[in-house]
């Protein structure tokens, strides 16, 4: 096939996810060893990158932004645009929030970052934590920001930038993931189990202990109350009032749960170490795998975005379409996107 019939053919992909498309040169190569042409060389600084996809936020204007370990980007969900890149005082990003103003919080392997989506710009830092590697966050329902270290939790207000309060002395030590229930009280998925947590005193309200599998890596709360909770080798469902194991799903014992998100229609998508499913968030019934991802690591999940699942894996990013379950990777977000010759 022609050069220029190729590029054409992938063209309308490559606009709409904001990667340019090589220009080449009319004259010929200079003679003797000439040095590699750009793409080649952008190619290559590419696959010595780590791809990672590790969090994903949908915004309040129904962007969505991508967390990684090459950055934070912010695309437009429904075409694949890349609308921004924000530069950030480090690139390996663990956790995303959005609070009540529209504020995007960043957590990173070197502290807490806050990004104004108006100007795409980090407009505070530096916060006062326990530890830098901050793993999780979560805005309460007072909109209150809850961050989650690997040495314990602090509150911070939002609007002044504030700490309110630590909690070093986590059982577990850390904060792995984070999720509320409906009387609004935190639950945090530690190495140890379970820590439920008063939002309004920041006390230990309780803990759940001797799990299968112990390390709870993480949670999600369902439509009827329960939170799903997801370990290094098992899927079970909680009950949050009592404290009780309710349902263990058998067809992911041994397997290592990263991810779990709930979608509209209430329908539960649990990424693991080893493949993408879709399960019936009533029975826990398997309906689905899904193929074709840039990596069988499912990191992290984003349903009912731009009419798609947009899924984070170890190897890039892709999304899958809610109505005839297409799935395509994003071409800026890849490790070894389709070539162009």
Do not use: C
């Not at 709870?216 to 009592?242: E, F, M, R, Y």
């Not at 349902?247 to 080893?274: C, L, M, Q, Y």
């Amino acid at each position: 096939m022609p050069q220029t019939a190729i590029i054409a053919q992938w063209l309308p992909q490559l606009e709409a996810e904001g990667i340019s498309p090589p220009h080449f040169q009319s004259a010929p190569p200079p003679p003797g060893n000439a040095p590699l042409p750009p793409e080649r060389v952008r190619q290559e600084n590419i696959r010595e990158r780590d791809f990672r996809i590790t969090a994903l936020q949908p915004d309040y204007t129904g962007d969505l932004w991508v967390g990684s370990w090459i950055g934070l980007t912010r695309i437009d969900p429904n075409t694949g645009r890349i609308n921004a890149r924000v530069a950030l005082p480090n690139y390996s990003i663990g956790a995303l929030a959005q609070d009540r103003s529209g504020r995007i919080w960043v957590g990173t392997y070197e502290g807490l970052v806050r990004v104004d989506p108006r100007s795409n710009e980090v407009t505070a830092q530096n916060f006062s934590l326990p530890s830098n590697r901050v793993l999780s966050l979560l805005v309460d329902h007072r909109g209150y920001l809850w961050v989650g270290t690997d040495r314990g939790l602090v509150l911070i207000s939002p609007d002044q930038g504030l700490r309110m309060t630590t909690l070093q002395a986590l059982p577990g030590v850390s904060a792995n993931t984070l999720a509320t229930d409906n009387e609004g009280q935190l639950w945090v998925g530690t190495l140890e189990g379970l820590v439920q947590v008063n939002t309004a005193s920041a006390l230990i309200m309780g803990r759940m202990s001797n799990m299968p599998g112990g390390v709870v890596q993480t949670l999600a709360k369902a439509p009827d109350g329960n939170l799903w909770v997801g370990t290094i080798s098992h899927l079970l469902v909680v009950n949050p009032i009592d404290k009780r194991i309710v349902r263990t799903i058998r067809e992911f014992d041994g397997r290592n749960i990263k991810s779990i998100r709930f979608a509209a229609d209430g329908r539960v998508w649990v990424g693991t170490e080893n493949g993408l499913y879709n399960l019936d968030g009533s029975t826990g019934a398997i309906l689905g795998q899904i193929p074709d991802l840039p990596s069988h690591r499912v990191l992290s999940l984003s349903p009912d975005t731009g009419n798609k699942l947009w899924v984070g894996t170890s190897e890039g990013l892709a999304w899958v379409s809610q109505t005839t379950g297409l799935v395509r990777p994003h071409l800026a977000f890849v490790r070894n996107p389709p070539p162009i010759y």
